[in-house]
């Protein structure tokens, strides 16, 4: 009897996934429940920020509003600071399937149908009277920390955040865009001096606690670890199997890195356990765990881009796990920091290095460079597929995405696909559409096999992909999609 | 040769709307026919909403073409394929200049920093463009001198040396430039002096020059030098100093939203047909984004720009609203209200335009809650149905005109039309389905 380990605990909130669907790769049936160290751990953490945030107003700490990509966790902890992630708490409404009333709220308000469900979610909240998804209020802000990286909207989403809790002061931080594939001195230059200029003073005057260089080097120090144990967890899933999922498993796993523990002790015990955990997998040779049990075979393994849909996670990642189908790496992933190539917070660098940082995000690279990463990782974790979840709420991932999808199939000759979905508006879950498309993507990879066995996708040598899609690049990139679709 | 307002307006008409954009292609060809003359290094820096500097380029001897996307006057084939459902109109019509060849003889194209798929844009036409200088112009958010300034001195110098190494162009020798950018800060700064003028001489007498009209006379401008526009400029201002027409029983309102994909003629038609006065509106918002002058015959001109975006900047959902010593955008759109006297505000928003439309229920709550009246629409650049709209704005005209029993002085009700309003009723019923 195989043993069955325990779904993070947010999973266990989701839906059941509709039973007459039929289990091809199949997953293992349930047996004893055995829950990892590293799951115990992360719930502990998230259950003791939960509590600290409910407590904030008796124990006198101050709450921080601020968004996941480029986010200033070991700033936040330098000054003993509370962090509230609204696009966090709008995800969790969305998995608890509570988000469309508070969407529909903030519609009556005036927000459109056509903008982000995030900001609409946080709104409905808040017109709700600010009740979390764990059902406890939460503490309204002390600061608003506009630290936003490579999404337009989160810069409007805090304009209306300014306008619900006014007084409250904000700390802007604008990062530039990588628009060219670089960062360069000047764009440091003025983050640092944002950071020396606006958001330190902001942080020391709302925490009533002087700047102290020394703790935010502690903690940038505790977040290279943390760093380097998650590099090393992601990279596990080159092997075949594949000892986890990247992508659905894979947002539980960035949790607490990108919900303010990425500085912390916990975050460094709980990254090294879940390392050691997942090694122990990959050096068994053991597939992913599901929700449903240990998968019994890995049968494609992909790349996927684009944020996930949370109103229906679970019976979205069944649709996957069903036919035996991985995701080995994922672009979602590496919104709250990329870390593969090197990147690490540096204490003898410290304001250069969370200007690095923000910069660095997934969601500011330019669209060349976004293709560059991929196409990477769909040589380089040996991957069968490559699929976009269009997500209609973000316009960052969204806008760009089928050329995307052009240019790395042209590149590689990788059976790719495309679905749409929304982060949490459930109104833009279509099940049935999305299982068509999904179902008839994974024969074209089936067939692929069946012909012609696994067959490594073989990336261009560097320079030259870079020469592809950087300045001095040729426009018959496109070109020959285009001719073969009769368009030029 | 004196030329009749219709006339200039079907000039201008043309040129705002033709999307081979020959008018400027036709300068750079008179430029390079002489390569010993100062202008053989013509060059065309194609540029997306809102704004630019766009003095940098005048001076270095280039024309700065706004490129608003492709309207309802060119069908979309390859755009489309590039997009979802849910991304606004603007992105495909601009791919669809590019992929067409519309946009072969640009140099340059600078996409400004305003939204996700402007900035996604970019990226792509590193790829379709990869012949031309594509530069992403992060317009500062942070608006210190000493932080954002410098940060947008750099932007700026960047687009020079990559237009001067693209081009190979001799960098200008420091005493020349500053003359030549002063002197187009000049020119700019008169542009947006008559522009302005001509504004105000619509918000008295709206009746001599439609808003389609005036919206064709504006668009022109960044189709052609400045020099030149400014030239139009002049000729328009000196005609409407005229009476012509007569006024209408018209409310007056305000468009807010417009800004960056731009609604089709027959959009601005219904709303005046409609029964409403447009005194003023963010359509081509670029041409006007700094209120009032630059800088003028500075020994820093680059600084006299910066310093004009960091403090003189329209209010816009494109930019962050940091506690600003000229007010919230509440207010301020609150106070263009009330400076062109209007009677309400007319919200008029690009489908899936995030910033137009995340902006939208403070600033409509924020009028109402100040006693302002406001309507609201979506509309994509190739809208081809206008009934709803008609309808919609005209119930909003309507009643703004029956219950408004003491209208306010140099609103709707000055003495001759509060004569009108006693006949309006069937006047209307009348004009309805006149715009199909």
Same mark, same amino acid.
């Given at each position: 009897?195989?043993?069955?380990?325990?779904?993070?605990?947010?999973?266990?909130?989701?839906?059941?996934?509709?039973?007459?669907?039929?289990?091809?790769?199949?997953?293992?049936?349930?047996?004893?429940?055995?829950?990892?160290?590293?799951? *115990?751990?992360?719930?502990?953490?998230?259950?003791?920020?939960?509590? %600290?945030?409910?407590?904030?107003?008796?124990?006198?700490?101050?709450?921080?509003?601020?968004?996941?990509?480029?986010?200033?966790?070991? *700033?936040?902890?330098?000054?003993?600071?509370?962090?509230?992630?609204?696009?966090?708490?709008?995800?969790?409404?969305?998995?608890?399937?509570?988000?469309?009333?508070?969407?529909?709220?903030?519609?009556?308000?005036?927000?459109?149908?056509?903008?982000?469900?995030?900001?609409?979610?946080?709104?409905?909240?808040? *017109?709700?009277? /600010?009740?979390?998804?764990?059902?406890?209020?939460?503490?309204?802000?002390?600061?608003?920390?506009?630290?936003?990286?490579?999404?337009?909207?989160?810069?409007?989403?805090?304009?209306?955040?300014?306008?619900?809790?006014?007084?409250?002061?904000?700390?802007?931080?604008?990062?530039?865009?990588?628009?060219?594939?670089?960062?360069?001195?000047?764009?440091?230059?003025?983050?640092?001096?944002?950071?020396?200029?606006?958001?330190?003073?902001?942080?020391?005057?709302?925490?009533?606690?002087?700047?102290?260089?020394?703790?935010?080097?502690?903690?940038?120090?505790?977040?290279?670890?943390?760093?380097?144990?998650?590099?090393?967890?992601?990279?596990?899933?080159?092997?075949?199997?594949?000892?986890?999922?990247?992508?659905?498993?894979?947002?539980?796993?960035?949790?607490?890195?990108?919900?303010?523990?990425?500085?912390?002790?916990?975050?460094?015990?709980?990254?090294?356990?879940?390392?050691?955990?997942?090694?122990?997998?990959?050096?068994?040779?053991?597939?992913?765990?599901?929700?449903?049990?240990?998968?019994?075979?890995?049968?494609?393994?992909?790349?996927?881009?684009?944020?996930?849909?949370?109103?229906?996670?679970?019976?979205?990642?069944?649709?996957?796990?069903?036919?035996?189908?991985?995701?080995?790496?994922?672009?979602?992933?590496?919104?709250?920091?990329?870390?593969?190539?090197?990147?690490?917070?540096?204490?003898?660098?410290?304001?250069?290095?969370?200007?690095?940082?923000?910069?660095?995000?997934?969601?500011?690279?330019?669209?060349?460079?976004?293709?560059?990463?991929?196409?990477?990782?769909?040589?380089?974790?040996?991957?069968?597929?490559?699929?976009?979840?269009?997500?209609?709420?973000? /316009?960052?991932?969204?806008?760009?995405?089928?050329?995307?999808?052009?240019?790395?199939? %042209?590149?590689?000759?990788?059976?790719?696909?495309?679905?749409?979905?929304?982060?949490?508006?459930?109104?833009?879950?279509?099940?049935?559409?999305?299982?068509?498309?999904?179902?008839?993507?994974?024969?074209?990879?089936?067939?692929?096999?069946?012909?012609?066995?696994?067959?490594?996708?073989?990336?261009?040598?560097?320079?030259?992909?870079?020469?592809?899609?950087?300045?001095?690049?040729?426009?018959?990139?496109?070109?020959?999609? *285009?001719?073969?679709?009769?368009?030029? | 040769?004196?030329?009749?307002?219709?006339?200039?307006?079907?000039?201008?008409?043309?040129?705002?709307?033709?999307?081979?954009?020959?008018?400027?292609?036709?300068?750079?060809?008179?430029?390079?026919?002489?390569?010993?003359?100062?202008?053989?290094?013509?060059?065309?820096?194609?540029?997306?909403?809102?704004?630019?500097?766009?003095?940098?380029?005048?001076?270095?001897?280039?024309?700065?073409?706004?490129?608003?996307?492709?309207?309802?006057?060119?069908?979309?084939?390859?755009?489309?394929?590039?997009?979802?459902?849910?991304?606004?109109?603007?992105?495909?019509?601009?791919?669809?200049?590019?992929?067409?060849?519309?946009?072969?003889?640009?140099?340059?194209?600078?996409?400004?920093?305003?939204?996700?798929?402007?900035?996604?844009?970019?990226?792509?036409?590193?790829?379709?463009?990869?012949?031309?200088?594509?530069?992403?112009?992060?317009?500062?958010?942070?608006?210190?001198?000493?932080?954002?300034?410098?940060?947008?001195?750099?932007?700026?110098?960047?687009?020079?040396?990559?237009?001067?190494?693209?081009?190979?162009?001799?960098?200008?020798?420091?005493?020349?430039?500053?003359?030549?950018?002063?002197?187009?800060?000049?020119?700019?700064?008169?542009?947006?002096?008559?522009?302005?003028?001509?504004?105000?001489?619509?918000?008295?007498?709206?009746?001599?020059?439609? =808003?389609?009209?005036?919206?064709?006379?504006?668009?022109?401008?960044?189709?052609?030098?400045?020099?030149?526009?400014?030239?139009?400029?002049?000729?328009?201002?000196?005609?409407?100093?005229?009476?012509?027409?007569?006024?209408?029983?018209?409310?007056?309102?305000?468009?807010?939203?417009?800004?960056?994909?731009?609604?089709?003629?027959?959009?601005?038609?219904?709303?005046?047909?409609?029964?409403?006065?447009?005194?003023?509106?963010?359509?081509?918002?670029?041409?006007?984004?700094?209120?009032?002058?630059?800088?003028?015959?500075?020994?820093?001109?680059?600084?006299?720009?910066?310093?004009?975006?960091?403090?003189?900047?329209?209010?816009? =959902?494109?930019?962050?609203?940091?506690?600003? =010593?000229?007010?919230?955008?509440?207010?301020?759109?609150?106070?263009?209200?009330?400076?062109?006297?209007?009677?309400?505000?007319?919200?008029?928003?690009?489908?899936?335009?995030?910033?137009?439309?995340?902006?939208?229920?403070?600033?409509?709550?924020?009028?109402?809650?100040?006693?302002?009246?406001?309507?609201?629409?979506?509309?994509?650049?190739?809208?081809?149905?206008?009934?709803?709209?008609?309808?919609?704005?005209?119930?909003?005209?309507?009643?703004?005109?029956?219950?408004?029993?003491?209208?306010?002085?140099?609103?709707?009700?000055?003495?001759?039309?509060?004569?009108?309003?006693?006949?309006?009723?069937?006047?209307?019923?009348?004009?309805?389905?006149?715009?199909?």
């Amino acid at each position: 009897m195989s043993k069955i380990i325990t779904p993070p605990p947010f999973l266990k909130t989701a839906a059941k996934a509709p039973a007459a669907f039929p289990s091809k790769a199949g997953a293992a049936k349930p047996a004893e429940v055995v829950k990892e160290r590293s799951m *115990l751990l992360q719930k502990e953490m998230l259950g003791d920020l939960f509590h %600290s945030l409910t407590t904030a107003k008796e124990t006198g700490r101050k709450v921080v509003y601020t968004f996941v990509p480029g986010n200033l966790s070991e *700033l936040i902890l330098a000054f003993d600071m509370l962090p509230v992630y609204p696009e966090i708490n709008a995800l969790q409404w969305g998995m608890r399937k509570k988000s469309g009333q508070l969407i529909r709220d903030a519609e009556k308000y005036g927000y459109s149908e056509d903008v982000c469900t995030y900001v609409k979610c946080d709104v409905g909240m808040f *017109l709700n009277g /600010n009740i979390g998804p764990t059902g406890e209020k939460l503490p309204p802000p002390d600061l608003l920390l506009l630290s936003y990286t490579g999404c337009f909207t989160f810069l409007k989403w805090f304009e209306s955040l300014q306008k619900l809790y006014p007084g409250v002061p904000t700390a802007m931080l604008h990062t530039p865009y990588a628009a060219d594939g670089i960062v360069t001195d000047d764009m440091v230059k003025y983050m640092t001096r944002q950071l020396e200029e606006d958001v330190i003073p902001k942080m020391e005057q709302v925490s009533g606690k002087k700047f102290n260089p020394e703790k935010l080097a502690h903690h940038l120090d505790l977040a290279k670890e943390s760093e380097d144990w998650i590099a090393k967890l992601f990279d596990l899933t080159k092997q075949v199997p594949s000892p986890i999922d990247a992508y659905f498993a894979g947002v539980y796993y960035i949790g607490p890195i990108n919900a303010g523990f990425r500085g912390a002790e916990s975050a460094v015990e709980y990254y090294h356990q879940l390392y050691d955990e997942v090694a122990a997998r990959a050096a068994l040779g053991k597939p992913p765990i599901t929700p449903e049990g240990e998968l019994e075979e890995e049968k494609f393994r992909l790349v996927v881009e684009g944020p996930p849909n949370w109103t229906h996670f679970r019976e979205f990642w069944k649709l996957f796990y069903d036919m035996g189908v991985v995701v080995v790496a994922s672009s979602y992933t590496k919104v709250g920091g990329y870390f593969d190539e090197g990147f690490r917070h540096e204490a003898t660098k410290p304001l250069e290095s969370l200007a690095r940082y923000c910069m660095g995000c997934y969601t500011n690279y330019s669209l060349p460079e976004r293709i560059n990463m991929l196409e990477k990782f769909i040589v380089d974790y040996k991957a069968d597929g490559f699929l976009i979840n269009s997500i209609k709420s973000c /316009n960052s991932f969204s806008a760009g995405q089928l050329l995307i999808m052009r240019e790395l199939e %042209s590149r590689l000759g990788v059976p790719v696909s495309f679905i749409e979905s929304d982060l949490v508006d459930p109104r833009y879950f279509s099940y049935a559409n999305i299982k068509n498309r999904l179902d008839s993507f994974f024969q074209m990879m089936d067939q692929r096999k069946r012909v012609g066995g696994r067959q490594p996708f073989t990336r261009q040598a560097p320079e030259i992909a870079s020469q592809r899609v950087g300045r001095a690049s040729s426009p018959d990139t496109l070109l020959p999609i *285009l001719q073969a679709e009769g368009m030029l | 040769m004196q030329q009749t307002l219709e006339a200039l307006i079907s000039k201008c008409e043309h040129l705002a709307f033709d999307l081979q954009f020959t008018h400027a292609k036709n300068w750079k060809r008179d430029g390079s026919m002489d390569d010993r003359s100062p202008a053989a290094h013509r060059f065309l820096v194609g540029y997306l909403p809102i704004y630019i500097p766009r003095e940098i380029i005048h001076a270095m001897g280039g024309l700065p073409v706004g490129i608003m996307g492709s309207g309802d006057r060119m069908q979309i084939i390859k755009g489309d394929a590039y997009y979802q459902s849910y991304i606004c109109h603007l992105p495909r019509g601009v791919v669809e200049l590019a992929l067409s060849g519309a946009l072969s003889e640009f140099d340059a194209f600078i996409f400004p920093s305003i939204c996700d798929v402007v900035r996604n844009l970019s990226g792509m036409f590193q790829i379709f463009k990869a012949d031309a200088f594509i530069k992403y112009l992060d317009l500062p958010q942070n608006f210190l001198s000493e932080v954002g300034g410098a940060y947008y001195r750099r932007e700026m110098e960047t687009v020079i040396e990559g237009i001067q190494a693209h081009l190979s162009l001799a960098p200008i020798p420091e005493d020349l430039w500053r003359e030549r950018l002063n002197h187009s800060i000049r020119l700019y700064n008169e542009n947006r002096a008559l522009i302005e003028r001509i504004v105000t001489l619509r918000q008295e007498f709206p009746w001599r020059l439609s =808003a389609v009209d005036w919206y064709c006379i504006l668009r022109s401008g960044i189709t052609m030098p400045v020099e030149e526009h400014n030239n139009i400029l002049y000729e328009v201002e000196g005609m409407l100093q005229e009476e012509r027409g007569r006024p209408l029983d018209n409310i007056r309102v305000v468009i807010s939203g417009a800004f960056c994909e731009q609604p089709p003629l027959g959009l601005i038609k219904t709303i005046e047909l409609a029964g409403c006065y447009i005194v003023d509106d963010d359509f081509m918002l670029g041409s006007r984004w700094i209120e009032g002058n630059i800088e003028e015959n500075t020994a820093d001109p680059m600084a006299a720009i910066v310093e004009a975006y960091l403090q003189h900047s329209t209010f816009s =959902a494109s930019l962050y609203e940091a506690a600003p =010593a000229s007010g919230t955008k509440v207010e301020r759109l609150a106070e263009l209200v009330r400076r062109r006297k209007a009677d309400g505000v007319v919200f008029a928003a690009a489908s899936f335009c995030d910033p137009a439309l995340l902006d939208r229920p403070e600033l409509q709550n924020g009028l109402e809650r100040a006693g302002l009246r406001t309507i609201g629409f979506q509309y994509s650049e190739n809208t081809g149905q206008f009934k709803v709209i008609k309808e919609e704005v005209g119930a909003f005209s309507d009643s703004i005109k029956l219950w408004d029993a003491v209208p306010e002085a140099g609103g709707i009700g000055d003495a001759a039309s509060s004569q009108l309003v006693q006949v309006w009723l069937p006047t209307v019923l009348d004009e309805i389905d006149i715009v199909a």
